[in-house]
């Protein structure tokens, strides 16, 4: 299935079994609402799955990377060759979302989207390279609208494969320096806020290098004059390719009827595209953190997210989506384990006569 047969066959939830979920909520054995969100979390995985018994059974993490052709403009604190070496160090387990990934049972899976150069990866790296990094945003457009396209379409195959192998609950996550440039572009067109309000430090840059990159991206605008109706105009223009693969596997997850959870701003990013594309996707997005960049708040709100965790993160690679997994898996066994006041024989609430 192409991009626009993908996006068109989005359902929307299941409104009779998020019914069902909250008149079993409300039948368990505890005040009314008195597990919070935790409640509201297992009723919208309810209409996602369609079922008012909602299972995780499998989970994954992609974790995709690209290198970006603006890192020639001074916007990043690394050097781009750290993308690289992040994929081997994530093939090799000694990252962070490695190490998180382990602990809370979700295979992760790496995925080159446009790492520069020609890389012989081990076979834990998925190679799906479209090219090797985008152009330099702020001189050219960062890839042309077909490989746009074909990132999108790599990333919604890659979530079907692994749906088709009984994976239920995905996560994203990204690596790429220059990544947050791209991502602060996409805000500011699709939040439509100003670029300096949504444009944050990204790898720790100083004040110097954050002007330049604010300056970078405005003068990205005034070339290429994004217009927010046209997403795929708008990414491949200022995108990035692991953001495009991102953006598949959210469309890919939602037309199955499969839950996303959004890492941070990157992540994000590509969810204000696939909305774009798709606006019935965001029925299946679930925010797991919140990120201390300064857009990803402008993207929670476009979104009308509310995030799981705040726990001051910016790392990105999927680390937010892994620490949100075990919340997600609680919520379902709450609804489907939890004993009724009939099951338990405990008495209700007293009525007021």
């Not at 217009?227 to 491949?236: H, K």
Request: hydrophobic share 40%.
């Amino acid at each position: 299935m192409d991009i626009e047969e993908i996006a068109r066959k989005i359902r929307p939830l299941d409104e009779g079994a998020m019914a069902r979920a909250k008149r079993r909520q409300d039948n368990l054995t505890k005040p009314k609402g008195s597990l919070g969100r935790l409640e509201d979390l297992s009723i919208h995985l309810a209409g996602i799955y369609r079922t008012d018994s909602p299972r995780i059974r499998r989970k994954v993490i992609f974790t995709m990377a690209a290198d970006h052709g603006v890192t020639a403009e001074g916007v990043s604190a690394y050097p781009s060759e750290v993308t690289a070496q992040m994929v081997s160090n994530f093939a090799c387990g000694g990252a962070a979302i490695s190490i998180l990934g382990r602990h809370v049972g979700a295979r992760i899976i790496t995925v080159d989207m446009g790492v520069a150069g020609n890389r012989d990866w081990p076979e834990s790296v998925i190679s799906c390279k479209i090219r090797c990094g985008t152009g330099n945003m702020a001189r050219e457009k960062a890839m042309t609208t077909d490989e746009a396209k074909m990132a999108i379409q790599r990333g919604i195959e890659l979530s079907l494969d692994m749906i088709n192998e009984d994976i239920n609950l995905i996560g994203i996550g990204d690596m790429g320096i220059g990544n947050t440039t791209a991502a602060s572009a996409l805000t500011a067109v699709f939040t439509d806020n100003p670029i300096n309000e949504v444009t944050g430090r990204g790898t720790g840059v100083d004040d110097e290098s954050l002007r330049r990159k604010i300056r970078t991206i405005e003068t990205a605008f005034q070339l290429h004059r994004p217009d927010a109706t046209d997403p795929l105009g708008v990414l491949s223009k200022l995108g990035g390719l692991e953001i495009a693969g991102m953006t598949g596997v959210i469309l890919g997850a939602a037309n199955r009827n499969i839950p996303v959870i959004l890492d941070g701003f990157i992540s994000g990013s590509s969810a204000l595209v696939a909305t774009a594309i798709a606006p019935r996707s965001r029925e299946y997005m679930i925010a797991s953190h919140l990120s201390v960049e300064n857009g990803h708040s402008a993207i929670l709100r476009a979104l009308d997210l509310e995030p799981l965790l705040d726990f001051r993160m910016r790392l990105g690679e999927g680390t937010g989506s892994a620490l949100a997994m075990p919340i997600v898996e609680a919520a379902c066994k709450i609804l489907n384990e939890m004993a009724t006041f009939e099951d338990a024989g405990v008495s209700r609430k007293a009525e007021k006569t």
